[in-house]
């Protein structure tokens, strides 16, 4: 995250404790730690001097302005992502273990059953999913929405910030704990579906031959004398690289060749067929 977030903190330790005595409810409101809601009560006061997060008084109603809780949450996202967790460990195990791969397709393989064993530890887990932004929680339409909406019930901790900031002790160990455990899953989380894609992506532009190249090598084809003696196995490797398909089908169908045409399957002799028809109408 931004550090620039945290130094552009608005309310942290900007008050003396008893500043925020609520018999001072008008300097409060002046200074934006409460903002007065629209809604008039009928016959409410309250003499309580204690801080909260929602107070009436006379017939007025305060609510703690939410821009101090999103600052709070600010924080919060600065303890979980710089200071309680190293994901950039978890990230380098996955590294070490696609690098013990040689083949692409055994990296990609590692890496879905990686994304799948770690999603299977939170898919059932509504908080999650809204975390991962994969649906909406209880109303909630996102994460910050629903820290807030705790933050509204730790008026201790808010007090706190007002007046001294903040360590990562005082954070609840509910919205902490969570918020860790979720941040380490969903990075590796990412992190997988990034490299999974690179890998396809790098698999796809790897198959591509470019004709002139794929001329060439029809060329170096004809000209090879005892083409009817290479192995079948050794056919599918060159010719893999002609036609971009797999090897090992190519070989099969050679293999194929060697049978007597009685044992062969339907569609390879409607194929050989057609190739037939095809050479004949174009050279005559």
Same mark, same amino acid.
């Given at each position: 995250?931004d550090?620039?977030?945290? %130094?552009?903190?608005? @309310?942290?330790?900007k008050?003396?404790l $008893? &500043? =925020? /005595?609520?018999s ?5 409101v002046?200074?934006n ?7 008039f ?13 929602m107070i ?17 949450y600010?924080?919060i ?12 460990f ?42 991962? %932004?994969?649906?909406e @929680? ?5 994460? $910050? &929405? =629903? /820290? ?25 160990k ?22 999974i ?18 001329v ?35 070989k099969?169908v050679?293999?194929e060749l ?21 050479i ?5």
């Amino acid at each position: 995250m931004d550090y620039e977030d945290i %130094e552009n903190r608005k @309310f942290v330790n900007k008050f003396k404790l $008893e &500043e =925020l /005595i609520l018999s001072n409810i008008e300097n409060l409101v002046l200074q934006n730690v409460f903002v007065e809601d629209e809604i008039f009560i009928d016959n409410v006061k309250t003499d309580s001097i204690e801080f909260d997060t929602m107070i009436t008084l006379g017939a007025k109603e305060y609510h703690i302005n939410q821009d101090i809780l999103k600052e709070i949450y600010t924080s919060i996202r600065f303890f979980v992502e710089v200071v309680a967790t190293d994901t950039q460990f978890d990230l380098n195990k996955i590294l070490t273990n696609l690098e013990g791969r040689i083949e692409n397709i055994e990296k990609i393989k590692y890496l879905e059953k990686k994304h799948k064993d770690l999603y299977s530890q939170v898919k059932n887990e509504p908080e999650y999913l809204i975390y991962a %932004e994969i649906k909406e @929680f209880n109303g909630y339409k996102n994460w $910050e &929405e =629903l /820290i807030i909406d705790i933050l509204n019930g730790e008026s201790a901790f808010i007090q706190k910030y007002l007046t001294s900031d903040i360590e990562m002790s005082d954070v609840p160990k509910e919205i902490l704990s969570l918020w860790v455990k979720y941040y380490t899953i969903k990075t590796q989380i990412d992190f997988c579906k990034e490299q999974i894609n690179k890998l396809k992506n790098t698999k796809q532009k790897s198959s591509i031959v470019d004709t002139s190249l794929q001329v060439f090598l029809l060329e170096e084809i004809i000209n090879i004398k005892d083409w009817s003696s290479i192995s079948a196995t050794k056919k599918g490797e060159i010719l893999s690289h002609l036609l971009v398909k797999n090897k090992d089908n190519i070989k099969k169908v050679y293999l194929e060749l060697d049978k007597k045409s009685s044992e062969n399957s339907e569609k390879f002799l409607t194929d050989r067929k057609r190739a037939d028809e095809i050479i004949k109408k174009l050279l005559g």
